[in-house]
Structures are given as structure tokens and as C-alpha cells.
């Protein structure tokens, strides 16, 4: 009996000695000295308009033929660009129209500088609450080229009409 639980109890021991050497990886990879958005900065929602074509890969509306009938898909950008300073962060959301509800988002930028660290329809900060119509957007200005300007940066969200998130 104790030779057919050998090979099970190796097995477990590297699965478990695996995830903890990736967990400890992943951790030493990121640095404790990492900037990191500022403890007092509180979200903002920014204005937002239809996004163009070049902008973001959906076009302003889509069509498309799902479960529950026709979809519309409609992207949305921030009206202005967000500036983020060196070693600063930022936290942002877009608001959809009525009627639909945030499915997915991200930033906009020419700059390799800037890191997302949280892009869902769950608030950054405070309550960390659930919401189904605001994306929200942590962007991190790492600066590993030196720089002191701050780089700016646009945030986006795709909206979808006619379906249930979490439902």
C-alpha cells in the first residue's frame, strides 16, 4: 500500500513546491520598491465620446448576432488625456450609456512607461464595490527611461447592450 502512495505524495510536493516557487517569483519580479499609485489619490470619472476607428479595435458600434439577439457593442474614450507623473499613478472610469453595461477596458498609449494594475467594472479603492456601467482604470508611470515628464495616457471601455454581467 505504501509503494502505490509514493508516486501520488512526490506529486502533490512538486505541484505544491511549484506553486509556491512561482508565487515567490512572481512576487520578487515586481520588486518591493515598485511605484505604486498614491494611497490619497481617489477615483475620478472622466467625460467620455465615441471612439474612432484607429483608437481602439471595435468600431464606435457593432453589430453582432449573439444568444440573446442583436448586440450592440459601442466604445467609448476619455475625452482629454489623463497625465500621470514619474513614479505617480492614476485611477480612472468611464460611465456607459444608459442601457448598456461595461464589458471590457483598457488605456490608450504611444508610452511603454505606463502600467495598468487594475482594469475592472469594481471600484479601485474604498468599498471596492461591483459597478456594472463604470469601468474602472489604475495606470502606474514607472518611468525606466529617467524622465520627469508626466506621460499621458487615454482611458477606454467597450459597452454592451442587452446582456446580464454576474447575473
Not at 25 to 39: D, I, L, V
Not at 45 to 57: L, Q, Y
Not at 116 to 132: C, D, E, F, L, N
Amino acid at each position: 500500500m505504501g509503494s502505490r502512495r509514493r508516486p501520488w505524495i512526490l506529486a502533490v510536493v512538486l505541484v505544491a513546491a511549484g506553486g509556491l516557487l512561482g508565487y515567490v517569483a512572481a512576487s520578487g519580479a515586481t520588486g518591493s520598491g515598485a511605484p505604486r499609485p498614491q494611497a490619497a489619490a481617489s477615483p475620478v470619472k472622466v467625460p467620455s465620446r465615441p471612439a474612432t476607428g484607429s483608437e481602439a479595435a471595435v468600431a464606435s458600434e457593432v453589430q453582432a448576432k449573439g444568444l440573446l439577439g442583436r448586440q450592440t457593442v459601442k466604445t467609448r474614450v476619455s475625452r482629454h488625456a489623463i497625465l500621470t507623473g514619474p513614479g505617480k499613478g492614476a485611477f480612472v472610469g468611464l460611465t456607459c450609456p444608459h442601457d448598456y453595461v461595461a464589458l471590457s477596458g483598457g488605456a490608450v498609449t504611444g508610452f511603454n512607461d505606463l502600467l495598468i494594475s487594475h482594469s475592472a467594472p469594481v471600484k479601485p479603492t474604498g468599498r471596492q464595490r461591483y459597478t456594472p456601467r463604470t469601468w474602472w482604470v489604475a495606470v502606474t508611470n514607472i518611468q525606466t527611461n529617467g524622465g520627469a515628464d508626466p506621460l499621458p495616457w487615454h482611458p477606454l471601455v467597450n459597452c454592451v447592450n442587452r446582456i446580464r454581467v454576474g447575473g
